[in-house]
């Protein structure tokens, strides 16, 4: 089964990036800008990974965390960010079960190493040829 990402963030270009890199790594992916996009999303289809930014155009992206979390609490959801994280926030993260947080300053390997490390054990990327 091909792994399917939700990838959330306002900014345009890094969605299209993030798309392209994933998608020539076999996932399947969707990007949205807004989190009411995303919670439209969540209820019709499954993901295997959330990918969220913190701060989407004047909306906290630790809102739509929690929201993930109460209603798909199983869904593993990675924290992207440019933001520097305080300790408040940061706390809030982990105690609602953030499966990592990830610079978008760091190479795209690392988001790409810890997407792979929260896939299921039967689902794979289909890289192709």
Known sequence: MQPHLLFVDDEAPIRDLFALYFQKKGFQVTTVATIQQAMDLLAETRFHVAIL??????????????????????LPVIIFT???ISQTVLDRALTGRVAAIIRKTEPMGKLYAEVCRHLPKDVAPIEPV
């Open 53 to 74: 930014d913190l701060n989407l155009a004047g909306e906290d992206g630790l809102d739509l965390f929690s929201y993930i979390k109460a209603k798909w609490p199983a």
């Open 82 to 84: 440019g933001m520097n």
